[in-house]
């Protein structure tokens, strides 16, 4: 029969078990935690951050972003202010940079996240993030690159544009929409499906002659066909919810008015387009 000390000495041991596999317990769980970065993503300052670099000297980057050295330099300077983050204890945040560059490479190739998570060694998960914040700070700084004329001179100025270049009078622009793609929304049903039967938004716009594309009664196809030319992100079903899809389309649009616009500025090598008798050709060096 167990006697009181016995009973007490057992008690304590067992006491003195529980507190050691409690202890050692939360000991493991800490040294757990510093593992909480994939080691391919690790590498991300010592690779991710080279690639800008290397483009550059390759001659590469117009290809790459679709934007020039120093383009790219000028919007990081525009939207460093929205987009940029603080360092955390725990590790360094994404650059300016990298998140532009990465973002830009996502309008030209439409390449999926999981394909750019290998190139950038960014996690997927946070390019879901980057990609909507970056596109939506494209669309807020280069707000005045796409608007309609604001009074009765400015809509005569387009219409005589149309007149003397295309002698088509009386036109105040072509208008047309394009049906982008998308991955059926869950649980929407059929709500956006077009009368083809696919899931898609619209990108419904209205251009000018400044394109100088084809005859009149082309301009907006063209202007289409260009758009899509550059940032092929729109011509692959998007893997996104309508709401991140509406703002990846729109800066695709801000951008490549922003490149055209801006005096100081050119459309890249690879993005540009011009005329041969009368029929609009493209580069095709894309990559």
């Keep these: 029969m167990e006697s009181h000390?016995?009973?007490?000495?057992?008690?304590?041991?067992?006491?003195?078990?529980?507190?050691?596999?409690?202890?050692?317990?939360?000991?493991?769980?800490?040294?757990?935690?510093?593992?909480?970065?994939?080691?391919?993503?690790?590498?991300?300052l010592e690779y991710g951050t080279r690639l800008y670099k290397e483009l550059i000297y390759e001659g590469a980057e117009a290809n790459f972003a679709r934007t020039t050295a120093n383009q790219f330099d000028l919007l990081c300077s525009l939207l460093e202010n929205k987009i940029r983050k603080n360092d955390t204890n725990y590790r360094d945040d994404i650059t300016v940079k990298e998140r532009l560059l990465l973002t830009l490479r996502f309008l030209a190739s439409g390449d999926s996240y999981v394909s750019l998570q290998y190139l950038f060694r960014v996690s997927k998960q946070s390019i879901s993030e980057i990609v909507p914040e970056v596109c939506e700070a494209i669309i807020d700084v280069l707000k005045d690159y796409v608007k309609m004329p604001s009074n009765e001179e400015e809509w005569l100025a387009v219409s005589q544009e149309f007149d003397e270049k295309w002698n088509f009078p009386h036109v105040l622009g072509a208008m047309d929409g394009k049906h982008v793609v998308l991955q059926a929304p869950f649980n929407s049903g059929n709500d956006y499906d077009n009368y083809k039967l696919f899931p898609s938004i619209v990108l419904f716009a209205l251009v000018d002659a400044n394109y100088r594309l084809s005859r009149a009664r082309r301009?907006?196809?063209?202007?289409?066909?260009?758009?899509?030319?550059?940032?092929?992100?729109?011509?692959?079903?998007?893997l996104l919810e309508p709401e991140k899809a509406t703002k990846v389309v729109l800066a695709t649009v801000y951008l490549y008015n922003y490149l055209r616009s801006n005096s100081n500025l050119r459309v890249p090598q690879a993005a540009r387009h011009f005329i041969t008798n009368g029929a609009i050709v493209w580069q095709n060096e894309y990559q």
């Design 5 to 44: 000390v016995q009973r007490r000495r057992r008690i304590a041991v067992a006491a003195a078990s529980y507190i050691l596999l409690v202890y050692l317990r939360q000991k493991l769980r800490k040294r757990k935690r510093q593992y909480w970065v994939k080691t391919i993503f690790k590498n991300r």
């Design 219 to 238: 301009f907006v196809e063209n202007a289409f066909g260009v758009l899509s030319s550059s940032y092929r992100v729109l011509r692959k079903p998007m």
